[in-house]
C-alpha cells in the first residue's frame, strides 16, 4: 500500500536519541515484524498496536507490515513507542494524512482499548525533539503538565489513540492544549529552631550549606544527628531555571514526578535506610540501567543515617559521584550518565552498642574497627567537614537564648553563596559553589599566600593530609571567608577548616 514515517525518541539516561520510525505496508505473506533491536516490552508492542487500532474502529493491514525504528544499531525499549507506530503503520495504510506526522513526536503506551497510558521521561524525550528541530509534540493527557515545561514546541495532550487519529485527519479541537508552566510550590522543612543544643554542629550544618559541602556527623543516639540532617535541605537556595530543569529530568525518568507538581524547584531530599542495595545507591537494573538516589538527589542533599550499617561496597560506590558529580552505569545494552552532584550526609553511632555515654561502651576495640571501617579513608577523604555531636545534658534544654531559626541562618546562607557565585562568574568561570571549584584552580588562579596554607604544608609533610584533603580544607576557607564576608581567607579561616577535617569520633 505505502510507506510512512513517524517520530519518537530513545532515552540513555536523561540523554535523549530521536528515533525515526518507518512502516511499510506491502505484498507478502501476513505478517508484522519489528525491526531495531527492540526489547522484550518493545516487542509486545505489535500486539498491543494491533488491539488498539482495531478496538478504536480502524482496520489492521490485511498485507505484511514491517516496521523499523532508526538509528537500527542503537537498543531500544520501552512502551513509549506506541503511539508512534500505531499512528505510522495508519499512516502507510493510507487510513489518516501522514502530513503532521513529519514534524511531530508521538510518546505514550496504548492499552488495548486505544487509551493512552502516561509514561516515564517525557520531559528529557521533548528536550531531545527541540534539539533535533522537531515542532509539535503529542503525549498522554497525564504528562501534559510536565511537557509544558519545554518551550519552543507546540505541545499537545490525547488520551486515546482516537483523538490523535481525529488530529491527524484535521481535527485540531481533539486534542488538549498544553497548560501554561506552573511555578514550583513551596516545599514545607523542619526548622531548624528545634534541634537544642549542639553548637559546633550547628555551624558545621551552616557552612555546608554555605558552601555546597559533605558532612558527617557522629555520636551517641538521640542527640540529633537525623534532626540536623533533615534541616539542611531548608537552608539551600531554590534551584535556578536550569537546574531544575535538570533535577525534573531524573525525577521523571525515574517515575518520581506528579502531574500536581510537575517542576522540582527545591533542592531534593533523598534518605535511604541502610538495607538499600548499591543499585538503589547509584542506579542499575537490566537493560539500560535507571537512575539511583544519588541522582534523585541531584541538587540537592543525600542522607544516610547510621551509615556504618551500610554495606562497605555501597559506600565506596558513592567515591567517584562525590568527586566528578555524575554517576557512569556500564551495562551490556550500553552506557548511562545520570548527573549527581549532591552533598552527602552522613550520620553515625560510635560503636555498635551507641551507649548514651561513651563510658558505658561494652564493645571490644576490634569490634569498634570493624563498625567504623564501613566508612573507608577514601570517602572520608571526601567528606569535608566532620563533627562529632555532644550527649545531651539538662543544661543543653534550657539555653540562655533560643535556637535560631531557618529562616535566620538561611539568610546568612543565602548572602555567602552569592558572594561565591559573583566572585567565580566574575572571573568567567561557570561554578556557583566553593564545592565545585577544581583543585587545579584554587591552587594556579586562585592561590593563597604560602603564610596563610602553612598549617596544611605542615599537614602534608607530616603525612596527616593527602593532596585531595588540602584541597577541599581550601574549599572550606573560602566557604569561611564568605560567611565572614571577607574578601579572601586568612590563617584562622584555614586553621578552622582544617580544625573540621580532624574532629574524628574515634575513626
Known amino acids: 500500500m505505502g510507506l510512512a514515517r ?13 528515533v525515526e520510525i518507518e512502516a511499510d505496508v506491502g505484498a507478502g505473506a501476513v505478517a508484522t515484524q519489528l525491526l531495531g533491536l527492540p526489547d522484550a516490552a518493545l516487542h509486545e508492542s505489535k500486539d498491543r498496536v494491533r488491539a488498539a487500532i482495531r478496538n478504536s ?37 493510507q487510513s489518516v494524512p501522514a ?9 505514550g503506551e496504548l492499552a488495548l482499548d486505544g487509551r493512552l497510558r502516561g509514561v516515564r521521561g517525557v520531559l528529557p524525550s521533548l528536550l531531545a525533539a527541540r534539539r533535533a528541530g522537531l515542532r509539535e509534540a503529542v503525549v498522554p493527557v497525564e504528562s501534559l503538565s510536565e511537557a509544558s515545561l519545554v518551550d519552543g514546541l507546540t505541545v499537545r495532550g490525547a488520551s486515546s489513540l482516537t ?11 481533539a486534542l488538549r492544549p498544553a497548560p501554561p508552566p506552573e ?41 540529633g544527628k537525623t534532626m540536623l540532617a533533615q534541616r539542611l535541605s531548608g537552608l539551600l537556595p531554590p534551584l535556578t531555571s536550569q537546574e531544575a530543569l535538570e533535577v525534573t529530568a531524573i525525577h521523571s525518568v525515574a517515575g518520581l514526578l506528579s502531574a500536581e507538581a510537575p517542576l522540582v524547584g527545591a533542592p531534593p531530599f533523598i534518605a535511604l535506610h541502610h538495607s538499600a542495595s548499591v543499585a538503589a545507591l547509584v542506579g542499575g537494573g537490566t537493560g539500560l540501567a535507571k537512575p539511583g538516589s544519588a541522582s534523585k538527589a541531584h541538587r540537592g542533599v543525600l542522607f544516610l543515617d547510621e551509615a556504618c550499617e551500610f554495606s562497605r561496597v555501597g559506600l565506596d560506590a558513592l567515591r ?10 556500564a551495562r551490556q545494552a550500553g552506557t548511562v550518565r545520570y548527573p549527581a552532584r549532591f552533598q552527602l550526609v552522613l550520620a553515625t553511632n560510635t560503636c555498635p552498642c551507641a551507649p548514651p555515654k561513651e563510658i558505658d561502651c561494652t564493645c571490644t576495640p576490634k569490634d569498634r574497627r570493624r563498625y567504623l571501617a564501613k566508612l573507608s579513608g577514601p570517602l572520608l577523604d571526601r567528606v569535608d567537614l566532620r563533627v562529632k555531636m555532644r550527649p545531651l545534658t539538662a543544661m543543653t534544654g534550657a539555653e540562655v537564648s533560643a535556637p535560631e531559626p531557618t529562616a535566620v541562618v538561611r539568610e546568612r546562607v543565602l548572602k555567602a553563596r552569592t558572594r561565591a557565585a559573583e566572585r567565580w562568574s566574575s572571573h568567567g568561570q561557570p561554578w556557583r559553589t566553593n564545592a565545585e571549584v577544581p583543585g587545579p584552580s584554587l591552587r594556579q588562579e586562585f592561590a593563597l599566600p604560602r603564610q596563610t596554607t602553612a598549617l596544611l604544608d605542615r599537614a602534608l609533610t607530616t603525612g596527616t593530609l593527602t593532596g585531595r584533603g588540602a584541597d577541599r580544607c581550601i574549599r572550606v576557607a573560602w566557604t569561611l571567608a564568605d560567611l565572614a564576608e571577607s574578601d579572601r581567607p586568612d590563617a584562622s579561616h584555614v586553621a578552622a577548616a582544617l580544625e573540621f577535617r580532624e574532629r574524628r569520633a574515634s575513626w
Open 320 to 329: 567517584t559521584a562525590l568527586e566528578e558529580g555524575e554517576v557512569r552505569l
Open 183 to 223: 511555578a514550583p510550590r513551596p516545599v514545607p522543612t523542619a526548622d531548624l529552631a528545634d534541634v537544642l543544643g549542639q553548637p559546633e554542629a550547628r555551624w558545621a550544618l551552616e557552612v555546608a550549606a554555605a558552601g555546597a559541602h559533605h558532612l558527617l556527623l557522629s555520636g551517641p543516639p538521640g542527640t
Open 163 to 173: 483523538e490523535v487519529v481525529a488530529w491527524l485527519t484535521g481535527d485540531d479541537a
Open 57 to 93: 474502529g480502524h482496520d489492521w493491514p490485511t498485507q505484511r507490515v514491517t516496521l523499523g525504528l532508526s538509528p537500527a544499531a542503537l537498543p531500544k525499549g520501552g512502551a513509549g513507542y506506541d503511539l508512534a507506530l500505531a499512528s505510522v503503520v495508519l499512516a502507510a495504510a
Open 99 to 107: 502530513e503532521r506526522l513529519a514534524t511531530t513526536v508521538l510518546l
Open 6 to 18: 513517524a517520530w519518537s525518541v530513545a532515552l540513555f539516561g536523561v540523554d535523549g536519541v530521536v
